[in-house]
């Protein structure tokens, strides 16, 4: 049973430019969202995808943004990246029917900018 | 949205000991979530425990629904328990899920 994948699993990056970062979720899960984790502190929401639509949002700017393929795969893309930017980016992925919204990590993708 | 507090923030044990972390959460949920997280950063599904009592080996966890919160019992602390675990809930209300800040767990041997 293939577990949550992410990649790359670490990238140095200077401000200004733009990243994608990508997901895959645990077989059979269909539901995938993103969360961002600074040092020393508990993840934060970014966003939720479920057929290929965002469904929720948390308080992040609109540099980020995201996608869902068809196989349920996600991409996480941050544009103008700025300092503050450097963090543990974190997929998780869940099945929607159940309504419990279990939810399974990957292992993360540590951004550095520069 | 809803607010998660865990206590206590840092806790220090000798191998062998037993532990209780603590998650209070301020309206009602159903869904919540224990994670153990290790030094790589890996976040380890603990427990799915929206109401009720679950064990697991040397891990158990009881949720209180109506009195709003959790309980993450450890006992006979390894070495290899050492780590931050968090707490998560399901926002009903925001649809999405809140962590606490976490408990960092030192285990001494």
């Known amino acids: 049973d293939a577990g949550v994948t992410q990649s790359p699993t670490h990238l140095i990056k200077t401000r200004g430019q733009q990243v994608t970062l990508r997901c895959s979720p645990k077989?059979?899960?269909?539901?995938v969202s993103w969360y961002q984790q600074a040092l020393g502190q508990g993840p934060q929401f970014i966003f939720q995808?479920?057929?290929?639509?965002?469904?929720q949002r948390g308080n992040f700017p609109d540099r980020f943004s995201g996608h869902q393929f068809p196989n349920y795969s996600s991409e996480l893309n941050v544009n103008a990246l700025l300092l503050g930017d450097s963090a543990l980016y974190l997929c998780a992925s869940s099945l929607a029917w159940t309504g419990a919204y279990e939810q399974y990590f990957g292992p993360g993708t540590r951004l550095t900018v520069t | 949205g809803i607010q998660v507090e865990q206590s206590p923030p840092d806790l220090i044990l000798q191998e062998g000991a037993n532990s209780t972390l603590r998650c209070n959460f301020s309206d009602s949920v159903n869904n919540l979530q224990w994670f153990h997280q290790n030094p790589w950063g890996q976040l380890i599904n603990l427990f799915y425990?929206?109401?009720g009592t679950k064990q697991n080996g040397r891990l158990s966890a009881t949720t209180v629904a109506t009195e709003r919160y959790s309980l993450l019992y450890i006992s006979s602390s390894q070495t290899t328990d050492s780590g931050v675990y968090f707490c998560?809930?399901?926002?009903?209300?925001?649809?999405?899920?809140?962590f606490g800040p976490g408990t960092r767990l030192s285990v001494l041997p």
């Open positions: 425990i929206p109401s």
């Open positions: 077989s059979g899960h269909d539901t």
């Open positions: 995808y479920y057929e290929e639509e965002e469904r």
């Open positions: 998560a809930v399901f926002d009903n209300y925001g649809q999405n899920f809140v």
